[in-house]
């Protein structure tokens, strides 16, 4: 585990399966369409109940780099933010990666939640490099948590130790 706070907020690099986190909301690397596939959206459907997919149908999708929320259904975790990631290839991925990390953030500001954990998005189905993700989800993150945020703590909740050995190293690198 490693820890480092910035202002207020303890930014956090665990291993892990994101569906155990008791933190107020759990990041879905999700699609547009909003329907829960596999990887970490399997998982969450498995384990969270039909409830998360019916309020997914219901907001009916989302854009690529957006982020929108439903409750966590039978999950610890009282929220999921359904956080749309770009398919590797698809064309301008590091911006919208980008987007979908600081839209989830936003999300968890505007309900009032007090702590998050992302999973390293758009990594496993989607194919996006894992050091090029670390380093954009880790940057942007750092740069919100610098602004006006009531977010106290923020977990990335990586799957497997290769993952999370490059998070670490991406970390370092940037000396906070
Ligand atoms: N906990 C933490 N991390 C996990 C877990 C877990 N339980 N399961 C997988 N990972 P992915 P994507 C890691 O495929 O690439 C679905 O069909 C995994 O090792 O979940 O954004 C959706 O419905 C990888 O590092 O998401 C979408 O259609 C990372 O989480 C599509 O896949 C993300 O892998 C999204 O693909």
Not at 54 to 79: P, Q, S
Request: hydrophobic share 40%; charged share 25%; net charge positive.
């Amino acid at each position: 585990m490693v820890e480092v706070q910035i202002n207020k907020t303890v930014l956090e690099l665990i291993q892990g399966d994101i569906t155990e986190q008791g933190t107020d909301a759990i990041v879905n690397a999700a699609n547009a369409a909003l329907q829960l596939g596999g990887g970490v959206a399997g998982a969450i459907r498995r384990k969270g109940g039909p409830k998360i997919q019916e309020e997914c149908n219901k907001i009916g999708g989302t854009f690529v780099g957006g982020a929108v929320i439903t409750t966590g259904g039978n999950l610890k975790a009282r929220y999921v933010i359904h956080a749309v990631g770009p398919r590797w290839g698809e064309g301008n991925e590091d911006e919208k990666l980008r987007n979908a990390t600081l839209n989830s953030l936003k999300v968890a500001d505007q309900n009032g939640l007090k702590s998050i954990s992302f999973p390293a998005i758009s990594t496993g189905i989607f194919g996006f490099p894992v050091k090029r993700a670390s380093e954009i989800m880790l940057k942007t993150t750092i740069e919100y948590l610098k602004g006006k945020t009531g977010l106290q703590k923020v977990a990335f909740v990586l799957f497997d130790t290769d993952t999370l050995k490059v998070f670490k190293d991406t970390l370092e690198k940037m000396k906070i």
